[in-house]
């Protein structure tokens, strides 16, 4: 599984980004990915992004699994907690396996 991720907007308009692939990483956190990606996007429903006001933050995943590509886009109106967990956890996870 890879998942990226990009957040921009905000007050200072900046971006962040952060790619994690399932294959580089242990038993252990390949397992957690997987968990916090089922808990944010479960299969069934989209989030629709509302309307973006000022200096809010845009979120976007984009999952690749068996072939498969899903994207998702939030915005600081939609963010579920487990979608904020998930975000927290690969902006970690990215920053400790740069090469």
């Known amino acids: 599984m890879i998942v990226r991720y990009d957040r921009s907007g905000g007050f200072a308009g900046l971006t962040i980004t952060a790619e994690v692939d399932s294959e580089t990483l242990s038993a252990k956190e390949a397992k957690t990915l997987k968990e916090l990606v089922e808990k944010a996007f479960p299969l069934d429903p989209t ?35 487990a979608i904020r967990a998930l975000s927290k956890w690969l902006i970690a996870a990215a920053q400790q396996h740069q090469p």
Do not use: W
């Open 47 to 81: 989030k629709k992004k509302k309307a973006t006001m000022p200096d809010q933050f845009e979120y976007e995943f984009t999952i690749e699994d068996h072939g498969k590509s899903r994207q998702y886009r939030v915005n600081d109106e939609t963010i579920t907690a």
